[in-house]
Structure formats: C-alpha cells, structure tokens
C-alpha cells in the first residue's frame, strides 16, 4: 500500500528559506499535495502537484519532485513567524476511483524571530 | 462560499455513550470524506460518500462506527458505545468531483473520558 514520510521537526530563523522534505512509495501516477495544519485547526491546502510536473511555484512556496526517488519538497521563502504550524504531504493515486489521501504524519516548523 | 463546517467544533463523552457528528461541505461538491487524526499524526481515511452513496469504508471504520449523507448534502459520523481509543480530531473534508482537490474543515475534537 501507500507510505508517506517525513521528518518531524524543522526549526528556521525569521526571513529564512524553509525546505520540508518528504517521501512516498506509490509507484503509479499520482497527485502529492501540501496542507498546513496550526493548533486546534483543520487543514488548509497550500499547493498540489501532478507527478508529470517537476515543480510549482505559488508566490512564496516551491514544489520541487523527484520522481524517480519519489521525493518532494516544499520551500517556503522568506519564512515568517506565521508559517510556523505543522505541515503535512499527501498523495493520492490518480487511477483509482478512491481518491482519499494518504498522509505523512507531519513536520513541525518552528520559525525563531 | 464559507468552506466545510463541522459541529461540534469539541465534543466530550463518557466511555460507552454514543456521539454524532455533522459536516455540512462546501456547495454543490458530491464528494465527501471523513478521516480521523490520533495526536502527531497525519489524518488516516475512514469512508467517503459520491453524493448519497457511501462507497468505501476503510478497516479503521469498526462496526460502532456507521456514517450517512442522506441526501447528497450534509453527512453525519455516529459513533456508537464510545471508547476511550476513539478519542481523536474527526476531519470531513469535500470535493468537487473524483478528481477535485479536498478542502477541510475545522474538525471535531472528542475527548471520551
């Protein structure tokens, strides 16, 4: 089945680069997305990509994958201490008629003013 | 547009009560998942619906466990004989079609005591 990891913490300066690292073993095509989850709360989508893209960029976030060691990144520029949260990949095979996610189990980021 | 909601946002129970949970989606999206997340983890599947129709059930649902969408529209997660392992955040999310992005929404924590 499915696996999704990451690692469990990342702490950055204010105004830093953060880089959140994640791998997954679907070996079929697939859509990998990022949310964001801050205390108490839902998770909110940060951005998506295809596995026939190699990367997106949306303003301060860059998705980078590597398909072929199933390995995807999320940059975010100019970190601020409002990005510190939990943030977590997930991957859906896009031939199955499911489509429910399969989540890592999340990387804190903690932004240091 | 104002997102998924969820009630109750936090929900406290005795073992052995049963408790049952709403999630209104956003708009005119037939499709809609619910998962649950146990603290530091990421989100696991539990069932989704296309419009009324509960497709899948994932082994996480035991037979306490029973979920409707009565008319394609709200869904609600019973859970029945409450157990202290069924404390977790309980997240729907919706989506517009098989191969639309979910949105979450603010989950419902439950405490069983």
């Known amino acids: 089945g499915e696996d999704v990891e990451q690692s469990l913490f990342l702490s950055v300066r204010e105004g830093d680069s953060s880089v959140i690292n994640c791998t997954y073993t679907d070996s079929s095509s697939t859509y990998l997305y990022w949310y964001k989850q801050e205390p108490g709360a839902g998770l909110q989508l940060l951005t998506y990509?295809?596995?026939?893209?190699d990367m997106k960029q949306d303003q301060r976030l860059t998705v980078l994958l590597n398909k072929k060691d199933k390995h995807l990144s999320l940059r975010i520029a100019d970190t601020q201490t409002g990005d510190s949260a939990i943030y977590f990949c997930a991957e859906t095979p896009e031939d199955t008629g499911r489509r429910a996610l399969t989540f890592g189990s999340g990387t804190r980021l903690q932004v240091q003013p | 547009d104002t997102g998924v909601s969820q009630n109750p946002r936090h929900k406290i129970t005795k073992r052995g009560q049963n408790v049952t949970f709403r999630c209104d989606p956003i708009?005119?999206?037939?499709?809609l998942y619910w998962y649950r997340q146990t603290l530091g983890q990421g989100p696991e599947f539990l069932t989704y619906?296309?419009?009324?129709?509960?497709?899948?059930k994932s082994r996480l649902l035991s037979d306490r466990f029973s979920a409707e969408r009565p008319k394609g529209s709200f869904s609600t997660l019973e859970i029945q004989r409450t157990e202290q392992g069924d404390s977790a955040m309980y997240l729907c999310a919706s989506s517009v079609d098989l191969r639309g992005t979910q949105y979450f929404g603010p989950g419902t924590r439950l405490l069983v005591l």
């Open positions: 619906f296309q419009n009324e129709a509960q497709l899948e």
């Open positions: 990509i295809f596995s026939n893209m």
């Open positions: 708009s005119e999206h037939n499709r």
